[in-house]
């Protein structure tokens, strides 16, 4: 094999870290917030607004390459995201609506919306 080796010791250290870091914020909840006791003000505000702002940063990432004056101007991507608005407010199901918005899209730009 010609170039540099991976050894296994800073490799398993990474995975090491990684794990305890994940194990972490994972268990912060449960560790500092009792059970008899309501959370601090803040993390109930951060609760309640984060969920909605992450999903629309990810809607902004998504459409930000989307080609508003090429052929198919942006169709596919209005049609999914209506699909989604629309299984959403049919089901209450995040993974349903996500899920089928992204089956449509993607068979719109296979079959429906050749460019």
Do not use: H
């Amino acid at each position: 094999m010609n170039g540099a080796t991976l050894r296994n010791g800073p490799l398993v250290l990474a995975i090491t870290v990684i794990c305890a870091i994940t194990l972490f914020t994972r268990a912060f909840p449960f560790l500092f917030f009792s059970r008899g006791k309501n959370p601090p003000s803040l993390v109930l505000y951060l609760g309640r607004v984060l969920p909605p702002a992450v999903i629309a940063l990810l809607v902004i990432y998504s459409l930000k390459d989307t080609a508003l004056f090429r052929s198919p101007f942006f169709g596919p991507e209005v049609i999914a995201c209506a699909l989604v608005l629309l299984f959403q407010q049919w089901k209450r199901n995040a993974m349903i609506s996500i899920g089928l918005g992204t089956l449509a899209y993607m068979a719109m730009i296979q079959w429906v919306f050749r460019v």
